[in-house]
Nanobody, 119 residues
Framework: QVQLVESGGGLVQPGGSLRLSCAAT????????MGWYRQGPGKERELVAY???????SYAEFSRGRSTVSRDNAKNTVSLEMSNLKPEDTAVYYC?????????????WGQGTPVTVSS
């Protein structure tokens, strides 16, 4: 089973940017989709962006145009860059990957890293 470790969260002022990283470790064959979700205060968890193993990227409307999701298959990492942060971007950001297996696919979640956008 794969384990995920996120890093890069913290406090940032409005208009600033963030860069989050997620490293996959443990025993696994290969990872399919890798991406980021977030859950703000009083909000449902929502997709931010994800990238397939082949490199196809998808973005939520709120992140499109100011975000970049990237992956390194050799290092088993995925990162998220987001600029022009607003207070409503405050949330716990979660890394999620899809692990390929013999029987089927398994969704694996990280612990989450908090991002606070405030003056």
């Amino acid at each position: 089973q794969v384990q995920l470790v996120e890093s890069g969260g913290g406090l940032v002022q409005p208009g600033g940017s963030l860069r989050l990283s997620c490293a996959a470790t443990g025993s696994f064959w290969r990872l399919l989709d890798m991406g980021w979700y977030r859950q703000g205060p009083g909000k449902e968890r929502e997709l931010v962006a994800y990238v397939t193993r082949g490199g196809r990227k998808s973005y939520a409307e709120f992140s499109r145009g100011r975000s970049t999701v990237s992956r390194d298959n050799a290092k088993n990492t995925v990162s998220l860059e987001m600029s022009n942060l607003k207070p409503e971007d405050t949330a716990v950001y979660y890394c999620k990957v899809v692990q390929d297996g013999e029987v089927g696919y398994v969704d694996v979640w990280g612990q989450g890293t908090p991002v606070t956008v405030s003056s």
